[in-house]
């Protein structure tokens, strides 16, 4: 493996390490490789499928990140660590181990469309890690830290440092674009908790925004032929609104907005969003649970 530079994972059930460190050490020395081997820990319960759709996530390394619930410094280092929201536990058909937070997958989308390596911890908001809770008292998602640094929140303030410091490919935008769908989260949070004329007239307006620009500007992405930081920000939030309005209001965008309907297409079938999207039962439990508390959907909310 060490020769063939082979991505490798152990796979833990239960307890990060239990009795089991001088083992899994011994197992990451010997195949690891500029990173290439990581211990990716599972429920106790997991099954064998489970366990092995889980190690999936951080393969390949040279484009990804693993996931785990033990303390950064106690899993072998990568240069960016990144903590996302867990998917929702709750809904039975849940098995995905992607996040089902738009902001969360935003900033996932930025590093693997910088290729840059990453291991992931999905923090489980109701039973969060005491390290998670130490490092991040406020428990806001995402978070970041590269290179030993502090941690950072806020996906804003995050993709912009990560464009700072890794700025090839470039996927800055131009700030007069960054209005483009900015209330889609909000509009579909209202169209979602009171279907009427009124709300789905203001989630229609801001798909005819989205819908003017593309034909204005030709497209295919928002600033022309090359995927910039505003499509990685639209993705996840188009995705939400695609799942959450087909489930709860058996809604779809119309059909005379052909130029969203396409960007869409493309920027779901790329591969980085692929690797990261969260399954639609993830997303409708999700925004079920949201509804049925104060709700709080702005970048920066807890859980």
Request: glycine letters at 4%; aromatic letters at 8%.
């Amino acid at each position: 493996m060490k020769e063939n530079n082979v991505a490798c994972d152990v796979i833990s059930f239960g307890d990060p390490y239990m009795d089991k460190r001088d083992l899994f050490e011994a197992l990451i020395r010997s195949a690891d490789k500029d990173g290439n081997c990581n211990v990716c820990h599972v429920p106790p319960e997991s099954s064998v499928p489970e366990a092995l759709s889980r190690s999936q996530i951080i393969i390949p390394r040279r484009v990804g990140g693993g996931s785990g619930s033990a303390p950064p410094s106690t899993q072998n280092k990568m240069p960016i660590e990144i903590c996302v929201k867990a998917p929702p536990r709750s809904h039975a058909t849940v098995t995905d181990a992607n996040t089902d937070c738009p902001f969360c997958q935003r900033v996932l989308l930025t590093l693997l469309e910088k290729k840059l390596p990453y291991r992931t911890h999905l923090i489980d908001l109701d039973n969060k890690p005491e390290w998670f809770a130490e490092a991040n008292p406020d428990g806001l998602l995402p978070l970041i830290r590269f290179d030993d640094e502090k941690w950072v929140s806020n996906s804003d303030v995050i993709v912009e440092m990560i464009e700072k410091k890794y700025p090839e490919p470039p996927l800055e935008t131009p700030p007069y674009y960054a209005y483009l769908a900015l209330k889609i989260l909000p509009k579909l949070l209202a169209f979602l908790k009171n279907k009427n004329d009124d709300t789905q007239q203001a989630l229609v307006f801001e798909l005819m925004e989205l819908e003017h620009h593309l034909s204005e500007y030709g497209g295919p992405y928002v600033n022309g032929k090359d995927i910039t930081a505003v499509d990685l920000s639209l993705a996840p939030k188009l995705y939400h609104l695609v799942e959450a309005c087909k489930e709860n209001n058996e809604w779809n965008i119309p059909k005379k907005f052909t130029k969203v309907l396409n960007y869409n297409k493309l920027l779901f079938n790329r591969t980085s969003f692929k690797k990261t999207k969260p399954s639609p039962e993830s997303v409708n439990e999700g925004w079920r649970q949201r509804l049925r508390m104060e709700p709080k959907v702005k970048d920066g909310a807890k859980g």
